[in-house]
């Protein structure tokens, strides 16, 4: 079973990447731009296994970059522990 199978386990997987990422000092910039070519690999590589991925993958297929770096943004405040 992956992580994507389950909406719960993709944002405990992504809040534990982040929190990592935050220990070890990496800068906000620099998670918001992984989080964005996450995003954009997920969107062109990954079939959406559930309804909320579904519409993530919705709303990027419409949006601009600018826009999708702030649905990246969004994501990370919502893992955010």
């Given amino acids: 079973m992956s992580v994507l199978d389950n909406w719960q386990d993709w944002k405990r997987f992504l809040g534990n990447k982040m929190n990592n990422a935050e220990q ?5 910039e620099a998670i918001n ?9 997920l969107h062109a590589n990954v079939d959406p296994k559930n309804e ?30």
């Fill in 24 to 28: 070890r000092g990496m800068p906000d």
């Fill in 33 to 41: 731009k992984l989080a964005y070519e996450i995003g954009d690999y």
């Fill in 52 to 81: 909320q991925e579904r519409v993530l993958s919705d709303l990027w297929s419409v949006a601009n970059e600018n826009e999708q770096k702030a649905l990246a943004a969004c994501m990370m405040k919502l893992v955010q522990k």
